[in-house]
């Protein structure tokens, strides 16, 4: 098994990123690499529950994911289970991502993805550009905000 960790800084408290990452509102608007759509969903992290995605290129082509929002603690942390579907619709290995979000001193946010149990460094890999490229989407909206004063 292979874990991957991504560390990104906000300058917004962490009160405003978890809305961010919790609300389905907002989830929509950077869930997914660059040039993916959610045609169907169900992404609210803010509670504990079943979650969905099916994510679409602009080819067409179709990806699901699924899995249990097994824990919220507001606004700290979030953890998911996480695993793919094939075209059959079966659902395959299943791996932990753990969002983490503490102050980072600065007014800000220290925000860490954690992605564990993922089956091999080949997936490791493909879901580290997939990360990249959502949290790429997140930090553009997140930036859309007035920056916190820092204490």
């Known amino acids: 098994m292979t874990d991957l960790t991504l560390t990104r800084?906000?300058?917004?408290d962490p009160e405003t990123v978890f809305g961010f990452i919790s609300k389905p509102e907002n989830v929509l608007q950077w869930w997914g690499p660059e040039g993916m759509t959610c045609p169907e969903h169900s992404l609210d992290f803010g509670q504990v529950g079943p979650w969905?995605?099916?994510m679409q290129s602009p080819e067409g082509n179709r990806v699901k994911v699924t899995g249990e929002v097994a824990h919220v603690d507001p606004p700290n942390s979030?953890?998911?289970t996480w695993a793919w579907h094939d075209d059959q619709d079966t659902r395959g290995h299943e791996s932990r991502?753990?969002?983490e979000l503490r102050p980072n001193g600065n007014g800000g946010t220290e925000f860490r993805l954690i992605h564990s149990g993922l089956a091999d460094e080949e997936s490791a890999n493909n879901h580290n550009m997939g990360w990249i490229s959502s949290l790429g989407k997140l930090a553009s909206l997140v930036a859309?905000?007035?920056a916190q004063p820092s204490d």
Request: aromatic share 12%; hydrophobic share 50%.
């Open 9 to 12: 800084d906000f300058d917004v």
């Open 52 to 54: 969905s995605s099916v």
């Open 78 to 80: 979030i953890e998911i």
């Open 97 to 99: 991502v753990r969002f």
């Open 144 to 146: 859309k905000l007035p």
